[in-house]
């Protein structure tokens, strides 16, 4: 009685740790949105391994634009699987989490001859396998699958299944994540692009600029070890950074004499405008308050709100910087280009004024990379 109770425990424990591990994994997937579908999907695959040690080997498949195509492996040789170019059509779906014995050999009904023998070149002679199906609000897309090498004496148990389905509705909710992350940045692109080629069509001397300078930002916060993320901000306000300007009047925009003080502080409020555009959609708003603030500068004598040192978000202030840069070294209505070399002396000659310093010796230093891959210009 005593060896039951103990036995009991211990599976208790067992499942309890196995609870936790889901569970972590659940709160992975809320902050999953900086993880490209393969990093998440590995950790997936490691954790489902570790939780079911019974299984030998792993995968994780899916169906991707009439592909049948390999996210991740453990044991599977995953190079020689995707480049056999399997077809959608080949992926044996189960409906249900299931053991499936010698689930190699069921592929062998959808693929020629000469491409099952490529195929079973390239996994692991298997006894069987807990495959699951991977749903989005597309339907099945793929397969999650834990094998059992060919020589093992292990079985999957009860609670294995059980454990597989929490992993498998796991990894669906993180597929349907990434489809709506994804159409969501379709949509935001979109936008930006047909908010950049109004913008060019309404103003000739910006056209390239906004491309130009999103292109200096990313490469700055590149150099400066970003996150991926606040780089694709950095590229995204660079696009949309004066969109505001739509709102000015073309006589005052593209005026060749000095701005009248009236006419100054029309121009200041492109940002404001901007901001108030971009802050309506809710797919733009975090990068409204940067475009917001692209004009203010480190010494506190910007616009519009007058702040500064690091109350300036950093995004702006590296806005800020390839802005300057890229209009100095553009033709405008009231004059032509500067040379490259003028436009690098006038802003290290701004730093810790206009510009924020540390933005700025990385920018000086890094002059020859940022004109190459950020500006798309040469040296004059």
Not at 314 to 342: C, G, N, P, Q, T
Request: net charge negative; proline share 2%; with cysteine.
């Amino acid at each position: 009685a005593n060896f039951e109770l103990e036995s009991a425990y211990l599976e208790r424990d067992k499942l309890l740790g196995r609870l936790k591990t889901v569970i972590s994994l659940a709160d992975e997937l809320l902050e999953s949105r900086e993880s490209t579908q393969e990093q998440f999907l590995s950790h997936i695959l490691e954790k489902a391994l570790y939780e079911i040690p019974t299984a030998d080997y792993g995968s994780i498949s899916v169906t991707e634009g009439g592909v049948w195509k390999f996210v991740c492996t453990a044991g599977h040789n995953i190079e020689k699987l995707n480049k056999l170019n399997l077809k959608s059509h080949m992926m044996v779906l189960v409906p249900e989490v299931s053991v499936v014995e010698d689930w190699n050999k069921i592929n062998q009904v959808s693929m020629n001859q000469n491409t099952y023998e490529q195929f079973s070149s390239a996994v692991k002679p298997v006894k069987s396998s807990l495959v699951a199906p991977l749903r989005t609000d597309k339907g099945q897309i793929g397969n999650l699958a834990l094998d059992i090498a060919k020589e093992s004496k292990e079985i999957f148990s009860s609670n294995d299944i059980e454990v597989m389905r929490a992993f498998a509705s796991l990894t669906s909710v993180f597929l349907k994540l990434h489809e709506y992350e994804r159409t969501k940045k379709d949509i935001s692109e979109q936008i930006i692009f047909a908010m950049v080629r109004m913008m060019e069509l309404y103003d000739n001397y910006t056209k390239g600029h906004s491309m130009r300078v999103a292109k200096i930002a990313s490469e700055i916060g590149r150099l400066m070890s970003l996150s991926e993320h606040t780089i694709k901000n950095l590229y995204w306000t660079g696009l949309v950074h004066d969109i505001g300007k739509l709102l000015i009047p073309k006589r005052i925009l593209n005026k060749k004499d000095a701005l009248s003080d009236e006419e100054y502080e029309i121009v200041k409020k492109h940002t404001v405008w901007g901001y108030e555009v971009l802050n309506s959609s809710p797919i733009l708003q975090e990068i409204a308050v940067y475009v917001l603030h692209h004009h203010e500068h480190w010494d506190g004598t910007g616009y519009p709100d007058h702040l500064e040192n690091d109350r300036i978000e950093l995004v702006s202030r590296i806005i800020s910087v390839a802005d300057s840069f890229e209009a100095m070294i553009s033709d405008r209505a009231y004059r032509k280009a500067f040379s490259v070399e003028y436009a690098f002396s006038e802003i290290e000659s701004c730093s810790g004024s206009q510009f924020d310093s540390a933005v700025v010796r990385v920018f000086v230093y890094n002059k020859h990379r940022i004109l190459e891959r950020g500006s798309e210009r040469e040296l004059r």
